[in-house]
């Protein structure tokens, strides 16, 4: 028996299959429709599957006919997996960053983690070994820094992040502007990590989103490599532990 999973992005919807805690499918579309899921529940057996989406009614004639097929729950707040949520306001809390917390607990219970998600922003979330989540960071991402420099400025040119770039400082426009995005995003990330890291406690650091990996090589000769986990599924991982709390 497997589980489909859904996340509703604004511009792409990601889709993966889970047996039990195994990955079995996962891709991405800008465009769903009812064939596409009726051959995923025949050829993966789907019995249950949880949607999650940024658009607060979505009434889509392929939802609809999912639920004619299989159970269907949609992900929401109340939806907190093993976690004790602290989130003062937990209706306002992004859905991708709960589904990212359900996640890191369900794959390293009993142990504190640091979540960054290198995504159109990059957010900071940290559950504690008791499954305590009290809230985060949202900061600027690394496309939309090097876009705002461009658009807020008269003569900045608009260029692309380079994971080839390792100098201190720039000696042109153009390296200045990549020393002053990927060296400030280096050090906002160690420095995140330090204030979490107390007392010599273990931390995981939990990498994911599109910009994961750059951050592992933004991050791989610091003290923290050692501590770091690449996890590009984390958020579809969480909405399938969604599932089997349910379950429970």
Same mark, same amino acid.
């Given at each position: 028996? %497997? ?11 990601? /889709? ?23 051959? &995923? ?7 249950? @599957? ?6 607060? +009614? ?10 004619? =097929?299989?159970?269907? #729950? ?7 997996? *093993? ?9 306002? #809390?992004?859905?991708? *960053?709960?589904?990212?917390? /359900? ?33 985060? $960071? ?6 939309? *820094?090097? +876009? ?9 040119? &608009?260029?692309? @992040? ?13 390296? @200045? ?7 400030? /995003? ?8 330090? $204030? ?5 406690? =273990? ?16 991050? +791989?000769? $610091?003290?923290? %490599?050692?501590? /770091?986990?690449?996890?590009?599924? #984390?958020?579809?991982?969480? #909405?399938?532990? %969604? ?6």
């Amino acid at each position: 028996m %497997a589980n489909l999973v859904i996340d509703i992005g604004n511009t792409y919807t990601k /889709i993966a299959v889970f047996e039990s805690n195994e990955l079995l499918f996962n891709n991405q579309y800008q465009t769903i429709d009812a064939i596409l899921t009726n051959k &995923l529940l025949v050829d993966y057996k789907v019995t249950k @599957a949880i949607i999650s989406s940024v658009k607060k +009614k979505d009434n889509s004639e392929w939802i609809t006919l999912l639920g004619q =097929e299989v159970k269907v #729950l949609y992900f929401n707040a109340g939806m907190k997996g *093993r976690i004790v949520n602290h989130y003062l306001t937990p209706e306002t #809390l992004g859905l991708d *960053r709960l589904a990212a917390v /359900i996640g890191a607990n369900y794959l390293y219970p009993a142990q504190n983690s640091l979540i960054i998600d290198g995504g159109t922003c990059i957010t900071y979330d940290y559950v504690d070994a008791g499954g305590n989540y009290f809230g985060g $960071s949202i900061s600027p991402g690394l496309n939309m *820094r090097y +876009k705002a420099l461009n658009y807020y400025t008269a003569g900045l040119p &608009l260029i692309s @992040a380079d994971k080839t770039f390792v100098e201190t400082y720039g000696n042109n426009t153009t390296t @200045a502007i990549l020393s002053g995005v990927q060296n400030g /995003i280096k050090h906002e990330l160690t420095g995140f990590v330090e $204030s979490y890291k107390k007392d010599g406690e =273990e931390l995981n650091i939990i990498l994911c989103g599109g910009d994961g990996i750059f951050f592992d090589t933004l991050l +791989k000769n $610091s003290i923290f %490599a050692p501590y /770091i986990k690449i996890e590009p599924y #984390l958020v579809l991982k969480g #909405l399938n532990a %969604a599932i089997h709390n349910n379950n429970d």
